[in-house]
C-alpha cells in the first residue's frame, strides 16, 4: 500500500463533527452527557486511522457510528454485574467469596429500603450498640464469651493487635507469616497496627521454648496464625493451639488466633479436612480468634473477632472500630446466615457455599449431563460437549491442597475460526457473565458452582456469546 492510498484513505474519513450527526449518535447526544459522546467518536476514528495506516479499507460512516454507540452503550452499562460462575472454585475471591442464601438475601431486602433497628434496642427504646445484633447468636453458637464484627478479617487483626499490642511486641513463629491474596501480609498489618512483630523458630520448624525464649517485658501477645493458603509438609514442627494457650497463660499474656476461614459447621464427613473448628479454637484455650465471614462460614464480607469480655470491650472502646464498622445491610445478612447454624442440618443445606463444597458425586454429573444436554441442544454442531471427570477447589485461600471431584461440560467450538479464547471473551460480556476455564482449546463449565437454576440463563448467554464470537470473526480486526 502507498503512502498516496493512505493519505487518501485518510481523507475519506468523516470529521468528528459530521460523525455525530449519523445515527443513532444525535439520539444518543440527547441522552448522554455531551463528552461521554464525543469521546466514544474520536476514539473509535483513532482506531480507524490505525487500521488504515496497517493496511484496511476504511469503514464507513454509518459502520463507524454503530461501533461508536457500541463504544458508549459499554461506558454506560453497569460496572458491577450478575457472573455465573462456572469455574468450580467455590470462594472465589475476584468473583465476591461466597454466594448468600435466600434467607441472608430477603434479610437485606428487609432492612434496605426503611430504616431498621440498627442502633436502637426496641425493647427499652434506648440507645442500642450495632454490635450487639449478632453476639449471641455468635455466644451459642460458639461458646465464646463476646464477640465483634467489623468490616474483613483483615480488619478484625488489625483492630486486636492496634488494641493489645500497639507501642510493644507480639510473638509469631516464622512458619506462619502468611500472605493471603489481595495483600494481606502479616508483618505489614502488624506495622500497621503499631506493634512490633518478633519471629521466633524457622519457617519449618517452631518449638514451645521458641516462643518463651522470646516472652520480655514488652510482649503484649502470642499469635498463631492459620496458614490457610498453604501446607507445611515433610520436616516441620508447629505448635498446637492448646501449647500455645498454656504458655501465654502462664505469663499472663492474651493468645491471639486467626483463624482465616473459621468453620462453624464441622465438613470432615465430606473429605474436608484441614481447617480448624472455630469451636476447637476456643476450646484450646486461645483469648481472642479472628476469621472472615465470607469463606467457609458462607456469609457476607466480615471479620469476626470472638474471646474474652475484657478484651473485647477494649476494643469496642478503640476509636479505630469507628473506621472499620460494617454496615446495616452486612449484618442483617450476618445474622440470618448465623442464625442457619443454630441448626447444622439447615446451614448444610441453604448455605450456598457450603451446599457446594458437599454436594455428592451423583447429583454432579448428573447435573453435567443435563447442562451438556442444554447446550448441545441449543447450539447444534456448533460445539462439541462432552461430560468429563474433573477438580474443583475451595478458594478464598482455604483448603489447599485439598481437589473436590467433580463433574465438568467441556466445550469446543467446531468451526475453526472461533477460538475459545474469544468465547470465553464474549461469555465475559454477557448479562449475566459466564465465567469457565479455558485450557488448550477448549473451556470447561463446572457445575459444582452452578445452580440448576441458572442453567437456562447459562445457556441463553453462551448461544449469544457463540454468535457474537463468530461474528467478531467476520468483520476481521476491529475491536
Ligand atoms: C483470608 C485471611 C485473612 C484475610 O481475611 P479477609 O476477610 O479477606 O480480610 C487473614 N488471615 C488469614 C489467615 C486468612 O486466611
Known amino acids: 500500500m502507498s503512502e498516496a492510498q493512505i493519505t487518501e484513505r485518510l481523507r475519506r474519513l468523516p470529521a468528528v463533527d459530521r460523525l455525530l450527526q449519523v445515527p443513532p449518535l ?56 450478575r457472573v455465573i460462575n462456572a469455574t468450580g472454585v467455590v470462594l472465589h475471591t475476584n468473583l465476591g467469596r461466597a454466594p448468600l442464601g435466600t434467607e441472608a438475601v430477603e434479610a437485606i431486602v428487609a432492612v434496605a429500603g426503611g430504616y431498621s433497628s440498627l442502633e436502637m434496642d426496641l425493647a427499652s427504646g434506648k440507645r442500642g450498640e450495632r454490635y450487639a445484633h449478632v453476639v449471641r447468636l455468635l455466644q451459642v453458637l460458639t461458646g465464646a464469651e463476646d ?14 493487635l492496634h488494641t493489645l499490642a500497639r507501642g510493644r511486641e507480639v510473638v509469631v513463629s516464622r512458619g506462619q507469616l502468611v500472605e493471603i491474596g489481595g495483600s494481606f501480609r502479616i508483618p505489614e498489618v502488624m506495622a500497621a497496627s503499631g506493634a512490633t512483630l518478633v519471629e521466633v523458630g524457622t519457617t519449618n520448624k517452631t518449638y514451645l521454648r521458641d516462643y518463651e525464649q522470646a516472652i520480655g517485658p514488652q510482649t503484649a501477645a502470642l499469635l498463631r496464625v492459620h496458614t490457610s493458603n498453604y501446607r507445611l509438609v515433610g520436616f516441620t514442627r508447629q505448635v498446637t493451639a492448646a501449647e500455645l494457650a498454656g504458655l501465654g497463660h502462664r505469663y499472663g499474656l492474651p493468645v491471639i488466633e486467626d483463624l482465616g476461614s473459621g ?62 464498622r460494617v454496615d446495616k445491610l452486612t449484618l442483617a445478612a450476618l445474622e440470618a446466615t448465623l442464625r442457619l447454624y443454630l441448626q447444622p442440618d439447615r446451614a448444610l443445606a441453604q448455605v450456598p457455599a457450603l451446599r457446594m463444597l458437599t454436594v455428592g458425586p451423583e447429583e454432579l454429573e448428573a447435573r453435567a449431563a443435563k447442562l451438556a444436554g442444554l447446550l448441545a441442544r441449543a447450539c447444534g454442531p456448533a460445539v462439541g460437549v462432552e461430560v468429563i471427570r474433573g477438580f474443583s477447589q475451595a478458594g478464598g485461600g482455604s483448603l489447599p491442597g485439598v481437589d473436590l471431584p467433580t463433574f ?38 463446572d457445575v459444582r458452582t452452578v445452580p440448576e437454576g441458572d442453567f437456562a440463563e447459562l445457556v441463553r448467554c453462551f448461544q449469544a456469546a457463540l454468535v457474537r464470537a463468530g461474528a467478531r470473526r467476520a468483520t476481521g480486526s476491529y475491536r
Not at 461521554?36 to 476514528?45: E, S, Y
Not at 464477640?147 to 486486636?160: G, I, K, P, Y
Not at 454477557?430 to 485450557?439: E, L, M, N, Q, T
Open 26 to 81: 444525535p439520539d444518543l447526544l440527547g441522552q448522554w452527557p455531551k463528552e461521554l459522546v464525543v469521546g466514544a467518536v474520536r476514539a473509535v476514528l483513532d482506531r480507524q486511522r490505525d487500521l488504515i495506516r496497517q493496511g484496511e479499507e476504511p469503514l464507513d460512516a454509518p459502520a463507524l457510528a454503530g461501533h461508536a454507540a457500541a463504544r458508549i452503550a459499554a461506558s454506560t452499562r453497569t460496572s458491577l454485574r
Open 147 to 160: 464477640s465483634l464484627v467489623v468490616n474483613n478479617n483483615a480488619a478484625a487483626v488489625l483492630l486486636v
Open 263 to 324: 468453620l462453624l459447621a464441622d465438613l470432615s464427613p465430606w473429605g474436608i479436612r484441614g481447617e480448624p473448628l472455630v469451636t476447637s479454637s476456643l476450646q484450646d484455650g486461645m483469648d481472642v480468634v479472628t476469621f472472615s465471614g465470607d469463606k467457609l462460614l458462607g456469609g457476607p464480607q466480615v471479620g469476626i473477632i470472638l474471646g474474652q469480655r475484657k478484651y473485647l470491650e477494649d476494643m469496642k472502646r478503640n476509636n479505630l472500630l469507628r473506621a472499620l
Open 408 to 445: 465438568v461440560v467441556q466445550v469446543q467450538p467446531q468451526d475453526a475460526g472461533v477460538r475459545v479464547e474469544a468465547l470465553a471473551a464474549e461469555l465475559r460480556q454477557g448479562d449475566p457473565a459466564v465465567i469457565g476455564r479455558v485450557r488448550k482449546d477448549m473451556l470447561f463449565l
